[in-house]
């Protein structure tokens, strides 16, 4: 079992710079990929971000060049770095793990971290 928790949401104006963390325990070395999905009101959830064990990531369309996400293996820990954000980029903020046992592999997702860009 993997248990991920996120921290670091609240509200930004437009323009500004929000960082989230999530960190991940339980058995981490199951673990592969990284990433954050956002669930907006009346929207599926959808992808913003992931990366690999091996560093590689992938962005969204609508956040390439704003955000970042990065990893710390040694500490278990996925980061998402959002800059310029919009009022669209508002939602609640997902952070998922990815582990793999044999041939399965499991989805772990966090408990959510409300992200409100607005004046």
């Known amino acids: 079992q993997v248990q991920l928790v996120e921290s670091g949401g609240g509200l930004v104006q437009p323009g500004g710079s929000l960082r989230l963390s999530c960190a991940a325990s339980?058995?981490?070395?199951?673990?592969?990929?990284m990433g954050w999905y956002r669930q907006a009101p009346g929207k599926q959830r959808e992808l913003v971000a992931t990366?690999?064990?091996?560093?590689?990531?992938n962005y969204a369309d609508s956040v390439k060049g704003r955000f970042t996400i990065s990893r710390d293996n040694a500490k278990n820990t996925v980061y998402l770095q959002m800059s310029s954000l919009k009022p669209a980029d508002t939602a609640v903020y997902y952070c998922?793990?990815?582990?793999?046992?044999?041939?399965?592999?499991?989805?772990?997702w966090g408990q959510g971290t409300q992200v409100t860009v607005s004046s």
């Open positions: 998922n793990a990815v582990a793999q046992w044999g041939t399965s592999e499991y989805d772990y």
């Open positions: 339980g058995t981490v070395f199951s673990i592969t990929a």
């Open positions: 990366v690999s064990s091996g560093g590689s990531t």
